[in-house]
């Protein structure tokens, strides 16, 4: 009896802890959780020198704890340019992402800054320095890169890839001082994943203990042996750019977005981001300003993966990518297409 009565209050407390955690999650999936910011405060340099100074103090100078790799680049003429891009990375990777493709639009003419989001770019590729990732510190710091590089050329383009396709889906959405935003396989959700789950997720992945996990559970660190991106993510970074997305969704069903024009790029062979969530997001600002987004995608008989930048991953396509990238970045258009009247903005 004795037995009886103990096997019995430990399987009350089981089904009251389980309880428990039950209501925990659905509260953590479901109570409200504002996301706030706003563009920077602050005006853009005077004048060509002034800026260049300003790049170089506060975008260009890193901490010792960074690779080489993990170094922004800031590739400059002597005198402003006709265009101006800032280029920003993906989830887990560095500026050396988007190295080649800054050189070669450098070496045709243009300006380009490559920042280095927080939390990237360790020497240490195994660092948790992505444990303390928030969106708004991602979005923080594209925005001073942004402002500081807007005196450096007459067209200001941003061109984010991945979790930074979120950043720049909020610059299209809040910054008028931006002549083209360029969204680069923007992740706004995971593939497959459906809309009404989005939120949800995102909270819960936010609220609950932060988790690394690895790209490949396989080969786990010898996966990116000799690479310059971190072979893990945490799951806070991947809720805190969904809470991002959701947030430019709202606001794009309200209002029209305020960028000059929007290029949005994906890839028909994602298997990573939620081509369906883009395409909502490009549909809300279709309908307050028609004609504001261009649209191109890879087709899945060119196998171009999620990353479609980075010359340095295994199944990189770059020689398909760059040369229809460039002329998508020049023109605002998808190739083949006429020139985007936006482009004389």
């Not at 399987?11 to 409200?32: I, N, S």
């Not at 800032?86 to 003419?109: A, C, M, W, Y």
């Not at 960028?259 to 395409?279: H, K, Y």
Request: net charge positive.
């Amino acid at each position: 009896m004795i037995i009886r009565r103990r096997r019995g209050r430990i399987g009350r407390l089981l089904v009251f802890g389980a309880a428990v955690c039950l209501v925990g999650l659905v509260g953590a999936a479901f109570l409200p959780m504002p996301f706030r910011s706003t563009a920077p405060k602050f005006s853009p340099p005077d004048d060509y020198a002034a800026a260049k100074a300003m790049i170089e103090n506060k975008i260009a100078k890193a901490p010792l704890t960074l690779s080489e790799a993990g170094r922004p680049r800031v590739f400059l003429h002597e005198a402003p340019t006709e265009h101006v891009y800032v280029l920003l990375h993906g989830l887990t990777n560095s500026p050396e992402q988007f190295d080649k493709l800054g050189r070669i639009l450098f070496e045709r003419g243009h300006n380009v800054v490559i920042p280095r989001t927080p939390g990237h770019g360790d020497a240490d590729l195994m660092t948790d320095a992505l444990s303390v990732f928030t969106a708004k510190a991602m979005l923080d710091y594209a925005n001073l890169a942004i402002t500081l590089a807007r005196p450096l050329g007459r067209h200001l383009t941003v061109a984010g890839l991945s979790i930074n396709g979120a950043t720049t889906a909020w610059v299209a959405q809040n910054r008028g001082d931006v002549d083209r935003a360029v969204l680069l396989a923007p992740f706004f959700a995971p593939r497959g994943l459906p809309q009404f789950a989005i939120r949800p997720l995102s909270r819960l992945l936010i609220r609950l203990p932060n988790v690394f996990l690895w790209w490949d559970p396989v080969h786990k660190d010898q996966f990116f042996a000799d690479s310059h991106a971190y072979p893990r993510f945490s799951t806070r970074s991947i809720g805190e750019t969904m809470w991002l997305g959701a947030a430019v969704f709202d606001e794009s069903k309200k209002s029209t977005p305020a960028c000059g024009s929007i290029l949005i790029v994906t890839t028909a062979s994602d298997l990573a981001a939620s081509n369906a969530a883009t395409a909502r997001l490009a549909a809300n600002w279709l309908e307050h300003r028609p004609g504001s987004v261009a649209a191109y995608e890879f087709p899945a008989s060119e196998n171009v993966p999620h990353d479609f930048i980075d010359p340095s991953q295994s199944d990189q396509r770059v020689d398909i990518v760059y040369p229809r990238l460039i002329e998508m970045l020049e023109t605002g258009k998808p190739p083949g297409q006429e020139k985007s009247s936006n482009n004389s903005r």
